[in-house]
């Protein structure tokens, strides 16, 4: 059966929303203290990207599980979604990021607040401001107004930040905001673009191509194939491009920069009042993949109409068909990625089996050497 939009939207959304708990919720846990993975590095960092990912596709693959915008408008551009369908993901997407950056505050609240008294605290204030500097918390304490006392700080006419020596702090520095967003390891606008243009280019070539590497398995290995296999090489490739694209971290993903990036500006999150929720290089995560999609679409479709001449191919991952007693969307190409990527956006099915039989079989398993 064809999934409603509202289906496809609730579907988009709540898988999205296990993606972003799951993912920036392994950040925080590396980044904020006390916590039980405090420092675990940024390699389990990729790997758990790479699973937060991967089980949601499985879990919601049978509606709809793109799971990036990026890899939405690939389909677009090769065909196999129109407008309706493309902002029916999104939104659903987007939504889904946006309650998950929430959750992760929820969860982490008290190691933010507690973590951030140490380090957001300011200077004596002027005599016309009345209150407390800090920003968060009581600052640095009484045996910090001991020292201020001892080395003379006398009250200023300006807001002064003070860092704590235990964590230093930088101008551009904020050591709680990349758990919500993608931060650049230096800040080079250009470099940035490229890495998240090419890399996710790449990333969801990949994707298409093992997906529509999938048809050619005749039933039961088609379904394992589809729906549990793509879906953990989904995750392994997620990983892998994190940890090859050292100047971003890899976003390539817009709604899992955007979407967290909104819960941290609307939230009373500690932050560092000179670069806040860092919008300015917000359009970087999001154009950079939005473009690599366009041209990961482009050349998949350029592929397809290719192999048309030889084999079959069926690109349309809203197609349905049966299996059993369960009618599921079916996942003939490149279509059904997800994850910062593709949907297993209709858990996948067989080819029919009239094509999977007699002469179409035959024919089929004698042009495989030939295409690969």
């Known amino acids: 059966?064809?999934?409603?939009?509202?289906?496809?939207?609730?579907?988009?959304?709540?898988?999205?929303?296990?993606?972003?708990?799951?993912?920036?919720?392994?950040?925080?846990?590396?980044?904020?203290?006390?916590?039980?993975?405090?420092?675990?590095?940024?390699?389990?960092?990729?790997?758990?990207?790479?699973?937060?990912?991967?089980?949601?596709?499985?879990?919601?693959?049978?509606?709809?599980?793109?799971?990036?915008?990026?890899?939405?408008?690939?389909?677009?551009?090769?065909?196999?979604?129109?407008?309706?369908?493309?902002?029916?993901?999104?939104?659903?997407?987007?939504?889904?990021?946006?309650?998950?950056?929430?959750?992760?505050?929820?969860?982490?609240?008290?190691?933010?607040?507690?973590?951030?008294?140490k380090v957001f605290t300011f200077k004596d204030m002027s005599k016309g401001i009345k209150g407390n500097t800090s920003s968060v918390g009581a600052g640095v304490g009484k045996m910090g107004k001991r020292a201020a006392v001892v080395e003379g700080?006398?009250?200023?006419?300006?807001?002064?930040?003070?860092?704590?020596?235990?964590?230093?702090?930088?101008?551009?520095?904020?050591?709680?905001?990349?758990?919500?967003?993608?931060?650049?390891?230096?800040?080079?606008?250009l470099i940035s673009f490229l890495n998240e243009f090419i890399m996710t280019f790449m990333f969801l070539f990949l994707v298409n191509m093992m997906t529509a590497r999938g048809q050619y398995l005749y039933q039961p290995s088609y379904g394992m194939y589809s729906n549990i296999v793509l879906p953990l090489l989904i995750g392994f490739v997620i990983c892998a491009m994190i940890l090859a694209t050292g100047p971003t971290g890899f976003a390539g993903n817009p709604a899992r920069d955007l979407g967290p990036r909104i819960a941290h500006w609307l939230l009373p999150i500690p932050k560092n009042p000179r670069i806040g929720s860092e919008w300015w290089y917000a359009w970087v995560p999001v154009l950079g993949p939005l473009c690599g999609?366009?041209?990961?679409?482009?050349?998949?479709?350029?592929?397809v109409s290719i192999l048309k001449g030889q084999v079959s191919v069926d690109s349309n991952p809203w197609a349905t068909t049966a299996m059993g007693n369960s009618t599921v969307t079916a996942n003939v190409t490149a279509s059904d990625i997800a994850s910062g990527a593709l949907s297993a956006g209709g858990g996948a099915t067989a080819a029919k089996t009239d094509e999977l039989t007699g002469k179409a079989a035959a024919a089929l398993a004698a042009k495989l050497p030939k295409l690969f």
């Not at 579907?11 to 590396?30: R, Y």
């Not at 999609?293 to 592929?303: I, P, Q, R, S």
């Open 1 to 117: 059966m064809a999934y409603r939009y509202r289906e496809v939207f609730a579907s988009e959304l709540f898988g999205m929303w296990f993606v972003i708990v799951m993912a920036l919720g392994g950040v925080a846990n590396h980044v904020l203290n006390p916590s039980a993975g405090r420092g675990m590095g940024y390699l389990a960092i990729a790997v758990q990207f790479g699973f937060a990912f991967a089980f949601p596709i499985v879990a919601f693959g049978s509606v709809s599980a793109m799971f990036n915008p990026a890899a939405a408008l690939s389909q677009v551009v090769a065909g196999n979604l129109n407008a309706k369908q493309f902002f029916t993901v999104v939104a659903g997407e987007m939504a889904g990021a946006i309650l998950g950056g929430l959750t992760v505050y929820l969860l982490y609240m008290p190691q933010l607040y507690k973590a951030g008294a």
């Open 153 to 189: 700080m006398a009250p200023k006419a300006d807001v002064e930040q003070v860092v704590n020596p235990i964590t230093p702090l930088e101008d551009d520095d904020d050591p709680f905001l990349g758990i919500w967003v993608s931060r650049p390891a230096s800040y080079n606008p």
């Open 293 to 303: 999609g366009v041209l990961a679409g482009g050349l998949y479709k350029a592929y």
